[in-house]
């Protein structure tokens, strides 16, 4: 199966408070984190992670080879530069697009106005905004946040840019 996700921010306190995260402690918020994301991926599927993975880049091996399945990395704004040399990336971008299923994915980190494809059914998945930006037509935001704290499967992203 395929999986998307973003802004797991692991390891960075100023995440529960920036964003509300309903957690008491970091230690709290990354066993839930991992916890969400091995419940949801299998060891044999595939994940891309729309960046801001973790705060500092010594511990992202770690939890690479912690978390299930392939991982690839659309890089965010806050991972440091050591987290995209990190061993455990299948492979590691500013910018992707995919086809799956029949759908061309748009995948970066940012929220797009326009992006390429738009006006032929393309979907931009991204993060960044937490859940807070307003929806627009074929544009997921597939941060933690908004998907109970894990990766959203690739049907649950077509069934929700079907809406």
């Known amino acids: ?3 998307f996700t973003s802004d797991s921010h692991f390891g960075d306190h100023r995440t529960i408070n920036i964003h509300k995260r309903p957690f008491a402690s970091v230690g709290e ?4 984190l991992e916890a969400a994301w091995n419940a949801a991926v299998g060891p044999d599927d595939e994940v891309w992670h729309l960046g801001d993975f973790a705060r500092r880049a010594a511990d992202v091996p770690a939890l690479l080879a912690r ?13 440091p530069p050591g ?11 500013d910018y ?11 995948l970066c980190h940012y929220p797009f106005r326009s992006w390429n494809g738009m006006g032929r059914g393309a979907i931009n998945l991204h993060g960044h905004s937490h859940g807070k930006l307003k929806p627009i037509p074929r544009q997921i935001d597939v941060g933690v946040d908004p998907w109970s704290w894990r990766p959203a499967g690739l049907a649950e992203i077509m069934a929700r840019a079907r809406r």
């Open 1 to 3: 199966m395929l999986f």
């Open 96 to 106: 992707a697009e995919i086809e799956a299923d029949g759908a061309k994915l748009i």
């Open 67 to 79: 978390l299930n399945g392939t991982k690839h990395l659309v890089r965010g704004n806050n991972d």
């Open 29 to 32: 918020m990354d066993a839930t």
């Open 83 to 93: 987290t995209a040399a990190a061993q455990g990336w299948a492979s590691v971008h």
